[in-house]
């Protein structure tokens, strides 16, 4: 597979083949519209990469305070996501870390040969998104329409992805270690290892 951008008209993504990708993706409910048009306007004036950046940090701060209904707290919701992240591992993709949180999703994965990323995180979406409206007993849109994508540069920037997505829940005060969140790769009490 070539590398290639693509865009749905909101965020920039980057197919790159066989990549160690950082994958975030929120409820539909986490953050409303018109607090992210507000940041929109508030950083219009700064250049690109420190606006997208600013965004992106604001974006991660509104996440951990738990906004939204935080319907993946749910331990059948979260049990739905985790095993749709593991079902196609070692398939579709190789899925290194990932952390379930309240309202939002952090995946560390590589797309194996034809398996875009788009085509990796729809099938998550999708197949995530019915299950929970049955659970949940609703309709309507789960997931916001995008998601955060970004490749691993090299080593470092792996060793400093694993630790975000590991650290993510003691950050957001769910928990003292990452080993105590029960939707993570790093929970103690997984099978065969911390992820």
């Known amino acids: ?3 290639e951008w693509r ?8 197919e790159a083949g066989e990549v160690g990708q950082t994958i975030t993706f929120r ?3 986490s953050l409303p ?3 992210i048009e507000s940041w929109c306007d508030e950083l219009r004036s700064l250049p690109e990469e420190q606006r ?6 604001r974006i991660d701060r509104a996440l951990d305070h738990g ?3 935080g319907a993946l707290a749910h331990t059948a919701i979260g049990d739905v996501v ?13 899925l290194s870390a990932w952390s379930i949180m309240p309202n939002h999703v952090h995946v560390l994965v590589t797309p194996l040969e034809r398996w875009t990323l788009a085509s990796i995180v729809h099938s998550w979406k999708s197949f995530t998104a019915k299950k929970a409206n049955v659970l949940l007993a609703r309709e309507g849109l789960f997931w916001a329409r995008e998601y955060f994508d970004r490749a691993i540069r090299d080593e470092r920037h792996y060793g400093n992805a694993m630790g975000y997505i590991a650290m993510n829940p003691v950050k ?3 928990c003292t270690s990452p080993e105590d969140w029960r939707f993570s790769s790093f929970w103690k009490g997984r099978c065969g290892g911390d992820g």
């Open 67 to 69: 906004h939204g209904s």
């Open 82 to 94: 985790e095993r749709a992240l593991l079902f196609f591992d070692g398939e579709r993709y190789r």
């Open 27 to 29: 409820l539909a409910d």
């Open 33 to 35: 519209a018109s607090v």
């Open 1 to 3: 597979m070539s590398e």
């Open 172 to 174: 957001a005060g769910l």
């Open 52 to 57: 997208t950046r600013e965004r992106r940090l």
């Open 7 to 14: 865009s749905r008209g909101y965020l920039p993504h980057w």
